[in-house]
């Protein structure tokens, strides 16, 4: 069995599968709640991929879930076309009574959090009758707002005194995802899954496909027909999806094979990436699973003192699993605070990871000449940011290229001092917001300007918020907040 810390990805699609069973799914969940670590799971099938497509900000979730399993067939299916297959399918509606099996062994916690009044308690309790001597931390049905106007603060302060070891949010994708996002960081829960309707499920709202169509892959089928008026449209939308992505993917497959698109390019200058504190590997050209696992530990171990630089200027296309090495990497480089540049000369390569989205999260360029200019430009404003006060007293803020839950903290911080130093020396001369670096933006940030326009009204000064483009735009719109954060007063 692989490591249940670290199961090796493959990607489908976009979205990072790690490939585990039903048993690994539940030795990798032990393990993390022994870890003590904060860790998330999620269930992923055909229409979270097809919703990340869309949604930047779920598709960001997924690249960087802990744990991410494939909830539906197909993703199996593809796998093993684009490359070594995933194990098999693993459903959350069959994981959720599994965890609760485990916790009952080894003595711990469920928090059922989500759902229609009641059902939490009726799903808890069916956990129980099926699993004697399982403890149940706590049930909890908020009421239905969107995350920024739920009442978060009292949601915590419930797990905080539960202390569950794991939990299951039931509040349907993508808000259970981006709703755990939010929060994860700040609370000590080692292990929390978004369970979608599996509550529903257990406590018997709503019934499940029998054995043998589950067998028969249909179980889309029996939901759909169960409810057609919501779930028709969504499987006919998932099917198209499907149907296109796949068809240009084998268009891309099948397309001819050019060695580079800049066959005179110089090689690339290692002593000025040196300088630039990066270190230059090249991808292996063919390895087999255990020289690419060398490998991928090799690279993270650079990433821990230098900007890593993967050239794949051998390679005329990638797998599944070798596209999974790509993301493992850039996760350890984020991690440590950098980006993973990768530059891949192959026109179909580079096609490649731009069809699938994984350009939104790693930094993909063709030449080594783009790689250094790219090295050159990366300017800690756009890292961190940058908070200061213009004339009159107008706090000026300029975004930095990502902000997230993992850094809007330490930004908001900032806003607040700079703001107190201009109240201290007058009065406020408003506040404007320059988006125009951002790159990616989620829930909390969008939370963070939300209550700083707020605040600016409550001040009664002027906010004024401009810049936004591309999937940071999407991500406001996604949000309807467009014309909230965008218009100025």
Known sequence: MNNPIKPQTAVVLGIPFNDVSFEDAVEWTRQRVLSRQPAYIATANMDFIMQAWRDPELQRILFEADLVVADGIPIVWLSRLLGPGLKGRVTGSDLVPLLAKLAAREGFSLFCLGGAPGVAEKAAAK???RNPGLRIAGCYSPPKADILNMDNPAILARLETAAPDILLVAFGAPKQEKWVNLHIRQWRVPVSMGVGGSLDFLAGIQKRAPKFVQKLALEWLWRMLSDPPRLVRRYIANFAFFGSVVFK???????????????GATPPDLALAEKLHAKWMAFPSA??????ETFRSACAVETTARTLVLDLGTRTWMNSRELGILLDLSRVSRAAGRRLYVRAPCPRVSRLLRFVQLDRYLTVAETPAEVIQLLKDRRATEIEGNVHRGPQQRLILVLPAELTAANVA???ARVDQSWQQAEDQGALGGVMVNASAVEFIDS??????VGL?????QARTHFQCFGFHDAALRTLKLARLESLLTEAH
Do not use: M, N
Not at 287 to 292: E, F, P, T, V, Y
Not at 453 to 457: D, G, I, M, P, Y
């Open 444 to 449: 909390a940030a969008l939370g963070f300007l």
């Open 410 to 412: 330490a930004f908001k």
């Open 127 to 129: 956990l129980v009758e």
């Open 287 to 292: 390895a087999s699973s255990g020289d690419l």
């Open 249 to 263: 993917l084998a268009c891309l497959r099948g397309s001819p094979t050019h060695a580079s698109r800049h066959p």
């Open 453 to 457: 326009k707020k605040r600016t009204e």
